[in-house]
């Protein structure tokens, strides 16, 4: 008789998971109607709250905010006991939403998905499971979490310790008994910090081997704040929706409090009503700046060291727990209860493995450098392979056998942290790229869950298959995920943000900085552009709007606001006289630039009379004559002066090691076109003629400018063509105007509420040029004759009204044989890579600049190191 040949299960989709992510997708795929199985390798859902038992452990995000929202009676039906709820009350509540909406049915325990390949023929994944089940499905949805690879022990001895070994994330379900035990805690995350206490109540003996001290504050723990359950009771809906939107998926208002500005009263103020509150997004949000300056993170630190050392009674105790490496929040930052207060005990000891590390585990303790220690059990709170570990541990192989863990050796790729190219069908939950663990994870982890569903409803919709990232949108993202992380004093740390705690995992910030709100609405435009950047395939063929989700640098998206805050007029609106005077006076309140050498101011004398000029000298050394850069403020040929530019100034000099002459020139309306034109070429003219006096090299000169001030620079490098003279060595046009055409489709997206609007951008044109003269090249050069002008480097902002037509230029004079350096300012808007010192995302920009100017001059020193 043949053998029976068993047929595969079919399911539409496969999750793995039964954790908050894991359940909540098989619901949502459910109302979809699709047939799904859950693998889940633990005996009940919980997922990371099924596995991390150890004693102490809870949630430090407010339980109240912790907590499903996708079915509002869940919410009527259960009443959290505490602020911060005990992992034995989440697991109770996951049980509970499992049970109520019928989900374990579907949920196969025990079970753990050994291998899964894409089948390309068939256009399914094939899933093996450990109990050698073979298994079909066309969507494979990863919900394992971003926290649940434990790290294996990285240390010498470890299998040798003949006593007890308890891991903090594998913790035995009937628990442990340290009464009367010497033990030991290697570790000092949120595991150890929060298991500590706990056992050193039990424990005869506790000794703590810390490698890193690490920031924690008290949790005050208690009822569930009373706050927050009447405005849930008062206003549901509207709390959960402003969860949604905020920056972290909890209702928090971020402050604009500078630390570095605050007054002494108003930082003490501040921290201490963070640390009675005890809650992570209240004492990561005690300045604005925290995150990203280290001198007002030094100050929270401090406070926090002060604290530390207050509690601590031996001196030299409270030194070791002071966190000194790494800025505060950089790594994940505690949340106690009596933490500190358990190093007073006559029976705990810190040891500072700083000082004396761990030789090896033995049979019987610890040996560290300069001392044996016996014990009769060691609890390992190390930590995890977080956000990447479970997911390459999966065995996933996508087209072509590609396997992820291949596919991110040299650290994670994917588009908004939910696919990645190459692997299609294929679903990360909360995955590396998105915000996940920098946010509130139940708030993200509903996000993702509803974008997978609302996709595979699109797909079914729109008859579709197959779903997949392109490589590009993939690059984009990718690229932002890191510019974002870039500006902040994260990356600094050696954390598992970074990948640093585990032993040769590639060092890339994993989750995505940006916000949730950001993030949330780049996910939503992602859809509202035909899945922008996804290939979707089906019997009816293919669809592919291919293309980069541009999206605001957080910097620049936080300046956005506080301008919108401040409700000025628009410009547009007033006078040109009012306009100036608004100008000036913003130009009052901001950081004044880098230190240059010199700044001395005189005046140019022209046919129309004389421009003031500001001169910007580099700190020696070297002394001596030095390359010319003749710059031209922005302003639409209306506004700005001398000090408008002047900290971009600061920052060209310091960055380029050139001598800087920023010229004023005439202004519209009382000047009209061809004015500022004409002032712009006789200033070079002169300069170049003076190059001795103002301390230059004859013959090295380059123009600059930004905006209107970039269109007249380019503008007198054609008069200077056209005139035989002066030599210029090269342009540097930042976002600038190069034609009076306002079509293009940068006008379209970015006309209207990028502070350049293409209201403004009318208004100074019809104060600058007769619209007869608006083809002029000496108003419009892209209209001109392009060839033999010098080498160019041109800025382009993604959100700028002028993009397009800066594109435009780079690729007129490129056709016309000149040399063109295109910098795409990623993420910026018109004004914002020449705010020097408010927006630090625009310094790799500026940095870029830099190197562009001075390569113009091939002989030039090195430029001032300015961050
Ligand atoms: P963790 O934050 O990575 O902490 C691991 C600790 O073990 C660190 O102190 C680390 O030192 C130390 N360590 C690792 N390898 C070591 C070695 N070979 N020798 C000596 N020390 C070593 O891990 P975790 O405490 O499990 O927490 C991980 C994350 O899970 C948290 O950041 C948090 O997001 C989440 N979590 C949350 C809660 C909660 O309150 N809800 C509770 C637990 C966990 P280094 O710092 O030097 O690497």
Same mark, same amino acid.
């Given at each position: 008789m043949n053998k029976p040949v068993s047929v595969p299960e079919q399911f539409d989709a496969v999750v793995v998971g039964a954790g908050f992510s894991g359940l909540y997708m098989l619901y949502r795929l459910r109302q979809l109607g699709l047939s799904v199985k859950v693998f889940e390798s633990a005996g009940d859902v919980g997922g990371t709250w099924y596995w991390n038992r150890y004693p102490g452990a809870r949630c430090d995000i407010p339980t109240t905010d912790y907590t499903y929202s996708f079915d509002p009676e869940l919410e009527k039906e259960w009443t959290w006991s505490e602020k911060y709820a005990t992992q034995p009350e989440i697991l109770e509540y996951l049980r509970f939403v499992a049970d109520r909406h019928g989900l374990r049915s579907d949920v196969e325990f025990s079970a753990t998905v050994t291998s899964a390949r894409w089948d390309e023929p068939e256009q399914r994944w094939r899933i093996t499971t450990g109990h050698g089940q073979e298994i079909r499905c066309r969507y494979y949805i990863m919900a394992t979490g971003c926290l649940s690879m434990p790290k294996s022990p990285d240390i010498q001895g470890a299998g040798r310790f003949a006593g007890q070994v308890y891991f903090t994330s594998r913790w035995p379900h009937e628990g442990a008994d340290f009464t009367g035990q010497r033990v030991a805690v290697i570790g000092t995350g949120s595991s150890g910090i929060q298991s500590i206490p706990l056992i050193a109540r039990q424990a005869s003996q506790l000794t703590v081997f810390q490698r890193t001290a690490n920031f924690s504050i008290p949790a005050h723990n208690g009822p569930a704040p009373a706050d927050r359950l009447k405005q849930l009771g008062e206003d549901r809906d509207g709390y959960r929706h402003a969860a949604r939107w905020s920056r972290g998926g909890i209702p928090v208002e971020p402050t604009d409090v500078l630390g570095v500005t605050a007054s002494e009263a108003v930082r003490r103020e501040r921290f201490e009503a963070a640390w009675e509150q005890g809650e992570l997004f209240g004492i990561l949000n005690v300045f604005a700046d925290q995150g990203v300056n280290p001198a007002s993170n030094d100050i929270v630190a401090e406070m926090i060291r002060e604290k530390i050392r207050s509690t601590v009674q031996d001196p030299g105790t409270a030194e070791a727990l002071c966190p000194q490496d790494h800025y505060f929040g950089t790594k994940r930052p505690c949340l106690d209860t009596s933490y500190f207060e358990t190093y007073n005990l006559p029976h705990v000891r810190l040891v500072d493995l700083g000082k004396q590390p761990i030789v090896s585990i033995t049979e019987d303790g610890i040996e560290t450098a300069d001392e044996s220690f016996g014990f009769d059990a060691i609890v390992y709170a190390t930590g995890f392979d977080a956000m990447t570990g479970a997911l390459v541990a999966a065995d996933v192989a996508g087209r072509d056998g590609l396997s992820l863990k291949d596919k991110w050796a040299a650290g994670p790729s994917t588009y908004l942290g939910l696919m990645t190219a190459g692997f299609p069908n294929f679903f990360m939950l909360t /995955? =590396? /790229?998105? =915000?996940s663990v920098l946010s509130n994870m139940t708030v993200s982890i509903e996000q993702h869950v509803d974008w997978v569903a609302g996709c595979l409803e699109d797909l079914r919709e729109e008859g579709f298959e197959t779903i997949e990232p392109t490589v590009l949108a993939e690059a984009g993202w990718d690229q932002h995920v890191q510019d974002c992380a870039a500006i902040t004093l994260y990356p600094t740390a050696n954390s598992w943000y970074m990948g640093a705690n585990v032993p040769g995992k590639p060092r890339v910030f994993l989750p995505y900085i940006g916000g949730v709100n950001a993030y949330r609405q780049a996910c939503d435009e992602v859809i509202a552009q035909g899945y922008l950047g996804f290939r979707m395939t089906g019997p009816g063929g293919t669809r592919c709007r291919d293309g980069v989700i541009h999206r605001m640098q957080p910097d620049v998206a936080m300046v956005m606001e506080l301008v919108a805050a !401040? /409700? !000025? =007029?628009? !410009? &547009?609106?007033?006078s040109a006289a009012d306009a100036r005077a608004l100008m000036a006076a913003t130009a009052q309140t901001r950081p004044p630039g880098p230190e240059v050498g010199e700044v001395t101011d005189g005046v140019i004398p022209v046919p129309a009379g004389e421009l003031p000029y500001r001169l910007y000298r580099p700190a020696a050394p070297p002394e001596g004559p030095r390359p010319l850069v003749v710059y031209f403020h922005g302003g639409g040929w209306v506004l700005g002066d001398l000090d408008s530019d002047d900290p971009l100034c600061r920052d060209l000099c310091a960055r380029s090691g050139a001598v800087v002459v920023s010229v004023n020139y005439r202004h519209a309306p009382e000047a009209r076109f061809p004015a500022a034109a004409q002032d712009a070429f006789a200033a070079v003219q002169w300069v170049d003629a003076n190059a001795i006096e103002l301390g230059g090299i004859p013959g090295q000169l380059a123009v600059a400018g930004w905006s209107a001030g970039a269109n007249i620079a380019t503008v007198a490098c054609q008069l200077a063509r056209d005139a035989g003279g002066p030599h210029i060595s090269g342009q540097l046009l930042i976002c600038p105007v190069v034609d009076s055409d306002m079509t293009r489709p940068s006008y379209e997206e970015n006309g209207d509420g990028y502070i350049l609007t293409t209201t403004l951008m009318r208004w100074f044109w019809d104060h600058y040029a007769d619209p007869a003269d608006r083809g002029d090249p000496r108003a419009a050069p892209l209209r001109g004759d392009l060839e033999g002008l010098p080498p160019a480097c041109i800025v382009a902002a993604d959100? &700028?009204?002028l993009r397009d037509e800066g594109v435009a230029y780079a690729r007129a004079l490129e056709a016309a044989g000149v040399p063109v350096r295109l910098a795409r300012a990623r993420g910026h808007t018109h004004t914002s890579v020449t705010m020097v010192g408010v927006v630090i995302s625009g310094a790799p920009v500026r940095a870029e600049i830099g190197e562009a100017l001075r390569n113009f001059f091939p002989s030039a020193e090195p430029q001032e190191h300015v961050s």
């Open positions: /995955g =590396p /790229g998105s =915000p !401040m /409700g !000025m =007029p628009p !410009m &547009d609106t007033l959100f &700028d009204p």
